[in-house]
């Protein structure tokens, strides 16, 4: 089982976005611990409204992980997740080479289609079309990733003899894709190399995030059964990363036992990464729990 770390996220509107301490020393500190990776989701213009009913905030992903790319030389850096809908993808695509390019080929672009219909209409997108662009950036990023000469008329954009660079290191950029709908499942199975399921235990969450429900290791290892059906032969290849968004999964050593018995779960039914949410508080609770929670579940200081 791999972890990575996502960086805390602001709730509210109160708070500055490194209260959890400064971005380049945490990565760091969770290199040196053993964790695997480091992760930002995004929210580019979320509402006041959103923001107070405990909606959350973050970084832009590709800028803070090009700036944990230059202090560290181990971690994946992922998007946990990038909504791929809310950028042109030629744009998009760039951003995610020039990552994967600084940080020698150690970039996963975690991406979704969203679900907070203000947010696109505040970035001038048509929420009915999410899925329609969403399928057209999986089919544009490749071909700009390749460097070659390639033509593609999209829904608000035609590219012709377009030729992308920086080329990645990786060929392709990993693409990891998060939801729960059969969709999203047929997508992992015919063009992605990960998953990253939504797992959590409240009902009401699925129709806040528009997704199916998947808040038990039941529902969990029946839409798995799906994934292995869509992907036939690649299964074996793609990644399942979940977040582990337990309520007390900061009080470490008060549930060690609990929690390692739920990451073997989670093992047997092939999730082979779990991303773990930082404790939304100041510093230095974020560097204190890098530290526990290697100590319990990774193995300390590497």
Avoid at 133 to 151: I, N, S, T
Avoid at 226 to 251: K, P, Q, S, V
Wanted: some cysteine.
């Amino acid at each position: 089982m791999r972890f990575i770390l996502q960086y805390p996220d602001v709730h509210g509107t109160e708070g500055d976005m490194l209260d959890a301490g400064p971005v380049g020393e945490l990565a760091q500190l969770a290199e040196g611990h053993g964790w695997s990776g480091f992760a930002f989701t995004e929210h580019p213009a979320p509402t006041e409204r959103w923001l107070n009913a405990g909606g959350h905030q973050s970084l832009d992903p590709f800028a803070a992980l090009a700036h944990v790319a230059a202090v560290t030389e181990r971690l994946t850096l992922l998007t946990y997740l990038a909504v791929l809908p809310y950028r042109n993808p030629l744009s998009l695509a760039k951003s995610a080479a020039t990552v994967d390019k600084l940080s020698n080929g150690r970039f996963v672009l975690g991406a979704g289609t969203g679900y907070l219909k203000a947010e696109y209409f505040a970035l001038g997108v048509d929420f009915d079309e999410r899925n329609a662009l969403f399928d057209e950036a999986l089919d544009v990023m490749p071909m700009y990733w390749k460097g070659d000469a390639f033509d593609y008329a999209g829904r608000h954009f035609d590219a012709r003899g377009t030729i992308g660079r920086p080329r990645p290191v990786q060929e392709p950029i990993p693409i990891w894709i998060g939801g729960n709908a059969k969709l999203t499942l047929r997508r992992v199975g015919e063009r992605a190399q990960g998953w990253m399921p939504l797992f959590v235990t409240s009902r009401e969450f699925f129709s806040t995030v528009r997704s199916a429900e998947v808040s038990s290791i039941g529902d969990l290892a029946e839409r798995i059964s799906m994934l292995r059906d869509y992907a036939g032969a690649r299964f074996e290849e793609i990644t399942i990363a979940m977040a582990y968004n337990d309520d007390d999964r900061h009080l470490v050593s008060a549930k060690a036992e609990e929690v390692r018995n739920r990451f073997g779960q989670l093992t047997e039914l092939g999730v082979t990464c779990v991303v773990v949410p930082g404790p939304v508080m100041p510093a230095p609770a974020s560097a204190e729990f890098i530290e526990a929670f290697a100590a319990e579940h990774i193995g300390g200081t590497r």
